[in-house]
């Protein structure tokens, strides 16, 4: 069952239910109100009846309404009589309906107290009366009159007959205008659905989702649209890296396959020659393991599994540059101030080797230091290799972008796209300049304003260094 058919049933279901009860209430209280006119009349009559020196005249009168009503022409009756105290029966006006004498009316006749009322329904035949019994006291016997409830019967069967016609019209007219309003509320989801289907289906997310409107369906609508724009991008960034993976596998790929096809005269190579080619072969397999790794790590994304944790920025700098003094017995400075900030230790730290391995790779001569600075959540590392051109300078960044001078040069071209997708996931941003006098700066920053609030208070009170508590006396 679609949406739209749920919406019509229950608009129906509703205009149903309060046509019942409208009904209901409506034919209820016309009936109640026509047996109290119904009561009302009969004790008027029987007052009347009742009343000293009255019966006298209606006995004398009484041939002459024989005639008022006949059960047999279906017109309205309405009949008086005297019950005696022995339960004899004196018709006094209109016709002898054939009425019974209850036990109750005998007993009213025969003992009850003068005004005494007793109100029945008799069923005589086909029809239905309304009757009323009244003692007369003083062994006077009762008066009983009665009224014909074909006329009520009647009025409260049209009615019911006219409820339930404009019942069914208010189901129909609910049934159309649930379908009208159905159709509105559910055109832009039918609209929505089709496109999912489509994406489903044939895999295309170039498609348009009809939008409009402020409602939770607009907002779906926008939400939609920018999930398949979001898509479209990440297939997108995946063919790329594919196709740029590729296309950089090939040149390590071909120099093996060549060095290979060498080592099978290896015995004939000369000794120096032998070493060249150990070394090559060593040097494209260090360069395909990295890029490997690099391509890896891209792919799956791993940094978002390890926790956010209180990291030191000064420290984690001078251990990372003190590595690196090891390796490349390059002069590294760090000039760094305290700064606790929440972050992937390891991610940071991987950006952070990514800078300093792009400075020793630039600025092989080595005659000035390599400079780290750490100030605030700003982590920036200067050299003085060849610059920045400023065509490069917004597409450093780029996954394998190379400039002109770093093409001859052995790497991959992902390190600082994996140090700008560092920054992105700390919620902060890279940056890249020439530097005055020669050589680049490039930088990271992390926990950046408004980046996960959640975990500062935890990370304030105790990893602050300001704020840890002081030893006594110092």
Sequence with gaps: MTLRQKLVIAFATVAVVVAVL?????????????????????????????????????????????????????????????????????????????????????????????????????????????????????????????????????????????????????????????WLVARQITRRLTGLTEVAERVSSTGHLDVAIPAGGRDEVGRLSTSLQAMLAELARARDDQHRLLQNAGHELRTPLTSLRTNVSVMRRFDEL?????????????????????????????????????????????????????????????????????????ARPHAVERALSNLLDNAVKFDPDGRDPIEVRVHGSTVEVLDRGPGLDPADTDRIFDRFYRAAAARSMSGSGLGLSIVREVAADHGGTVSAAARPGGGAVIGFTVAADGFLPEFLPGFLPEFLPESKPQPAGG
């Design 22 to 178: 409208v009904g209901g209430f409506t034919y209820g209280l016309t009936a109640h109100n026509l047996r109290i006119e119904v009561d009302r009349s009969l004790a008027t009559a029987a007052t009347t009846l009742s009343a000293p020196g009255a019966l006298p005249l209606v006995t004398a009168a009484a041939a002459a309404d024989q005639q008022v009503a006949s059960p047999t022409t279906g017109a309205f009756i309405q009949t008086a009589r005297v019950i005696a105290p022995d339960g004899s029966v004196s018709q006094l006006l209109g016709v002898d309906v054939g009425l019974p004498v209850s036990a109750a009316d005998q007993s009213l006749a025969s003992s009850g107290g003068a005004g005494t009322r007793l109100y029945e329904d008799v069923t005589v035949g086909d029809r239905s009366f309304r009757v009323l019994t009244e003692s007369l006291g003083d062994d006077g016997g009762a008066i009983q009159v009665a009224r014909d409830l074909s006329e009520t019967s009647r009025v409260l069967g049209t009615l019911a007959v006219t409820i339930a016609v404009v019942g069914l019209l208010v189901l129909l007219v609910a049934a159309f205008a649930g």
């Design 270 to 342: 000369s000794p120096s020659s032998q070493r060249r080619l150990l070394d090559d072969v060593e040097g494209e397999t260090r360069e395909l393991t990295n890029l490997v790794n690099e391509l890896v790590e891209l792919a799956t994304d791993r940094r978002d599994a390890e926790p956010l944790e209180p990291v030191d920025l000064a420290a984690l700098a001078e251990l990372t540059a003190d590595r690196y003094r090891r390796r490349s017995a390059r002069t590294i400075t760090v000039d760094a101030e305290p700064s606790v900030v929440p």
